[in-house]
C-alpha cells in the first residue's frame, strides 16, 4: 500500500509526460479490442445477432468460416428436425432451432437475369424467441412448400424489392425459385450483408441438404451442456463466453492477426511504458539515495518503481477499454454513413478484460529493469 502510494505521487508530479504515456497505451489497447473485435464480427456472421438471447451453440468439430461455400457434410450436424424436437421436449429448454448458412443468387425477376450473391439463413420460425426464427410475417414451424421469405434492407434496396414482392432465389444462377417477402427487417444486426431468410426445409430444399436434414449449427436458449452434448456427442457445445473464444481460436487467419496485434501492441507499450519509467528513475536518482540513507530498503524502491509502472498501464488499459466502446460506435456510424451498412463488432466484456490484461502484463514486463537499475544506483556517486 505505502509502494502504491508513493507511485501515484510520483505519476502525479511529470503530468504531461503521464498523460502523454496513458494516451498512447490507450490508443494501442483500444485499436487492438477494436480489430479482435471486428474479427469476430466478421467470423461469427450470423451468430453474432443472437449473442444476446441465445444460451448455447452446437457447432459441429472442424467448422469454419468457409462453410457456406464449401457445404461440406463433415463440418455440418446432421438430423437437426429430429435432435430440436428432442431438445425441445426439455422443459429446462425455452426454445432452440438449427441454422442454415448458404450462399445463394438472388434476383427481383425469375429469368435469372444480373441475379446478386447473398447470404441465405435457414431457420424454423417460432421455435425460439430470437430474430430472424421469430420473424413476423412467417408461418410458424417448417413446412417446405411455403415460399415465404423475409429480407434485410440491404438485399431490399440491391434488389429493389418491398413487402409483399416476390424474389428468385436458388444455389445456382439458372435454378431460381419464387419466394415472397412476409417482412423486411431493418436490424443493425443483419446491416453487414445481403441476407435472406428461409424456412429449414425449403433452403436444405434447394441447397442439397435435405439428405441427411442437415444445418451448421442449432442455438438453444435453455436448458444445460450436459443434456446437449447428450443429444451430439460428437459436437461441440458452446456457452456465450465459449463461442466467442472459440471463434477466434477455430479460425487460423484470425487467430494469427489477433496475435500479431496484440504483439505489437504490448511492443507499444513496453517502448513507451519503459521510457518513461526509465527516465522517472534518472530523475529520482537522489531521492532513491535518501530513502536509502533514512533506512528504506532496496526491495522497497524496487516496488516502488514496479507500482508506478503497473498503475501507468492499468490506468492505460482501462482509457482504452473505455475508448475502443466509444471508437466502436464511431466506426458503426462512419460505415453506415459511407456504405449504408453497420460494420458488425462483436466486443463482449471478455474482450475488454483481455485488453485491459495485456497493458498490465505490459507495463510489469516495462517496470523490472528500470526496478532493477534503481538498485543498483550508487550512493557516494550521487552524494558528490
Known sequence: ?????IALLNLGRRRSRTAFTLLAIAVAIAMTILMTSAGLGLKEGSSAMYAQEVDYWIVPSGSGVTDPITNSEQTMLGRVHQSVERII???????????????LYASDCGDGEGPKAIIGIGVIPGSIDVPPVSSEG????????????????????????HTGDVIYAGESQTSLQPFTIVNVVAMPEYSLSPVIVLHLS???????NREGDRANQIIVSGGTKDFLKSIYPDAIVLSNTESTAYSIISDKKILATTIAVVSVSI??????????????????????????????????IARIVLSESILLSLI??????????????ILSDIGYRLYETRIPMVMPTLLLIAGIGVAVAAGAVSGIFPAITCRRLDITRLER
Open 1 to 5: 500500500m505505502y509502494s502504491t502510494k
Open 89 to 103: 421436449e426439455n422443459p429446462d429448454v425455452n426454445g432452440a432451432s438449427p441454422v442454415l448458412n448458404r450462399v
Open 138 to 161: 412467417f408461418t410458424p414451424g417448417d413446412p417446405d412448400d411455403t415460399h415465404e421469405a423475409v429480407v434485410n434492407e440491404k438485399t431490399a434496396r440491391l434488389l429493389g424489392v
Open 202 to 208: 425449403e433452403l436444405q430444399n434447394i441447397t442439397g
Open 267 to 300: 511492443l507499444i507499450c513496453i517502448l513507451f511504458i519503459s521510457t518513461t519509467m526509465i527516465m522517472s528513475v534518472n530523475e529520482k536518482q537522489k531521492e532513491f539515495a535518501v530513502m536509502r540513507a533514512i533506512g528504506i530498503s532496496d526491495a522497497t
Open 316 to 329: 492505460g488499459g482501462i482509457a482504452g477499454a473505455f475508448l475502443s466502446i466509444g471508437g466502436r460506435a
